[in-house]
């Protein structure tokens, strides 16, 4: 093989060159491997932006499908699709949804508690994913890489953990602190997860009163047991928990009528009440940062715009 020279204007020719803009500068050229994000402020008060009455007895779950459309379900048998002016789009009846998510293909699952599974809802056509045996599913969501996680307890009700799946095969177990000792409650009580922009892994322990934070490692963060400004008359017992693009955490105080904003170090930034807001359950977040919350007994979604 006798290689030929290469003309390297030649190849600019072919292949175009990359140019700086004459505006950029060493600050705001953002890095291919560390991309800045927007940073967006909490706004001084959040804005209701839609109600969204979705007729379900004991709202329990909402998730976004895309900026305008969000899946719901709650302690029937009904799971329902709705478009941010309220109207529905779509009802699937399945058998006791503990939680629902939606995957990055945009594809339902859910959580079937009765029979101790998740499922997929694809094309109309419902597939069985993962079974569990000696344990019960408790919630679940799904990471930036498309695997899931599930919250789960033992059937003796002394143990709880987090499980990674990819597809059905099971990647990671997280159950225990540095020093051996249990990271969640081992009760049954709401056991809601979601994934940070950092990776980080975050649980609301209704059971112990707490937001658990661990890393991708399973390696405890930190813990967040409530703020005295929102926690002076009722104790904290999260419920739903969310993350938005700024890596904030956000969490749902059912007794307190509000909202906890974290950042990803566990401290305390705010909180919303929007004042009427009743009995917060499940939460989202879109991805234009906009929150919905559900209202346990009313049975509505709340949209709510909080960041400028």
Request: charged letters at 25%; glycine letters at 6%; a neutral charge.
């Amino acid at each position: 093989f006798i290689p030929k020279p290469i003309d390297p204007e030649k190849l600019y020719s072919l292949f175009g060159q990359i140019i700086p803009l004459s505006t950029a500068t060493e600050e705001n050229v953002l890095s291919l491997n560390q991309p800045k994000t927007l940073i967006r402020e909490l706004l001084d008060e959040p804005e209701l932006v839609a109600t969204i009455q979705t007729g379900h007895k004991f709202l329990c779950n909402v998730t976004c499908l895309n900026d305008v459309t969000v899946w719901t379900s709650g302690m029937t048998s009904d799971i329902k699709c709705f478009n941010d002016k309220g109207s529905l789009l779509q009802t699937i009846h399945k058998k006791c949804p503990n939680d629902i998510a939606v995957d990055n293909d945009g594809y339902l699952l859910y959580i079937c508690g009765a029979t101790r599974t998740v499922n997929k809802v694809k094309n109309g056509h419902t597939e069985e994913l993962i079974r569990f045996q000696g344990w019960k599913p408790n919630q679940l969501c799904v990471t930036s890489t498309g695997d899931l996680l599930v919250t789960m307890y033992s059937d003796d009700e002394t143990q709880s953990k987090v499980v990674c799946y990819s597809g059905s095969t099971e990647k990671q177990t997280i159950q225990f602190d540095g020093d051996g000792k249990p990271l969640y409650s081992g009760n049954s009580r709401i056991k809601y997860i979601s994934e940070n922009r950092n990776h980080d892994i975050c649980v609301s322990d209704s059971g112990a009163g707490t937001v658990v934070v661990v890393n991708q490692d399973g390696k405890l963060r930190w813990r967040y047991t409530g703020h005295p400004s929102v926690t002076k008359n009722q104790t904290f017992v999260p419920r739903g928990i969310t993350t938005d693009s700024q890596s904030r955490i956000l969490t749902a105080d059912r007794n307190n009528l509000c909202i906890h904003i974290l950042d990803q170090d566990g401290q305390f930034l705010r909180y919303i009440d929007n004042r009427d807001l009743k009995d917060p359950y499940g939460l989202c977040v879109d991805n234009n940062d906009n929150l919905f919350v559900c209202e346990y007994h009313k049975g509505n979604v709340k949209k709510i715009k909080y960041l400028k």
